[in-house]
């Protein structure tokens, strides 16, 4: 139980381009979803706590306009990086949880902006 | 100080023996305490959780939490290759609720 799934695990595209990326909880319903972003060989960063129906809230630093949340049922949470630029290459990763549960973890998506 | 303190290792144990990971913490209001372990490249997957102070053990694992000294820490018994990773504590200030707090990890090799 307790699977999260995220896609696209991978993407490419050109400086300047949007992208969604989803991430569902496939056996529970999850009330709280997390968005991280991680660099090589650094920690994990949260960035955003989302709830079902309600605004994420962000951490200190991260741009709200810029990464755009999502949190429109309990099983699905989507991240949008808008006009998403060179620096904003990274691992992305999001996490869910159901009430009174630990987080589990989606498999994460590689974006590579050329 | 941070958050949520590991050795950042690496820390390098033979097959078959015994890996201690440990973890402090700042919070003493911390509720809830999770270890997760990442592969090179890959998603956090979680090992063991637990709430309360002592043991809990589960296969080759054993969580230990020491709330008054604020450590939590994982063993893993009979180490293999295959446990080569990163191992990251998180620490909650309420039991399953909220956001968690992780540490940078300790990179564990198990040479053969």
């Known amino acids: 139980g307790a699977v999260v799934s995220q896609h696209p695990s991978r993407v490419i595209c050109k400086s300047g381009t949007s992208v969604k990326i989803e991430c569902r909880s496939l056996?529970?319903?999850?009330?709280?979803m997390f968005w991280y972003r991680q660099f090589p060989k650094q920690s994990l960063m949260l960035m955003a706590t989302s709830n079902e129906g309600s605004k994420a809230t962000y951490e200190q630093g991260v741009e709200k306009d810029k990464f755009l949340i999502n949190h429109a049922s309990l099983t699905l949470s989507t991240l949008t990086v808008t006009s998403a630029h060179p620096e904003d290459s990274s691992f992305y990763i999001c996490?869910?949880?159901?009430?009174?549960?630990?987080?589990?973890f989606g498999d994460g998506t590689r974006l590579s902006i050329l | 100080q941070k958050e949520v303190e590991q050795n950042s290792g690496p820390l390098s144990v033979p097959e078959g023996a015994i890996a201690s990971l440990n973890c402090t913490y700042s919070d003493r209001g911390s509720q809830s305490f999770f270890w997760y372990r990442q592969y090179s490249g890959k998603s956090p997957e979680l090992i063991m959780f637990?709430?309360?102070?002592g043991d809990k053990e589960d296969g080759r694992f054993t969580a230990q939490l020491n709330k008054a000294s604020q450590y939590v820490s994982l063993l893993i018994r009979d180490s293999q290759p295959s446990d080569s990773a990163t191992y990251l504590c998180a620490v909650n200030r309420n039991t399953n609720a909220g956001k968690s707090t992780f540490g940078d990890g300790t990179t564990l090799t198990v040479k053969p």
């Open positions: 637990i709430y309360s102070n």
């Open positions: 056996d529970f319903q999850a009330t709280t």
């Open positions: 996490s869910a949880r159901e009430e009174y549960q630990p987080q589990h």
